[in-house]
């Protein structure tokens, strides 16, 4: 299932377009909107648990490991 999202900060990400492809990177500014699916995972940091997520796009390309406090859903 696809969900509108929005970022609430300006963030770089690494896309992965393909598995043959080197990853992308991009500047994604805040209040930009993504229509995305989203794995949600927790991962431990230093500084204790952090929910992050992968997101899969609409137009093929993903990137993994984006923290929830930099998105939010607005459907």
């Given at each position: 299932m696809y969900h509108t999202?929005?970022?609430n900060a300006n963030c770089?990400?690494?896309f992965e377009t393909s598995p043959r492809q080197p990853l992308e990177r991009l500047r994604i500014r805040r209040g930009t909107q993504f229509s995305a699916q989203i794995r949600p995972y927790?991962?431990?940091t230093t500084n204790g648990f952090?929910?992050?997520a992968d997101l899969f796009f609409a137009e093929g390309a993903a990137t993994r490991g984006v923290p929830?406090?930099?998105f939010c859903f607005v459907d």
């Open positions: 999202i929005e970022f770089t990400v690494d927790v991962v431990e952090q929910e992050v929830f406090e930099q």
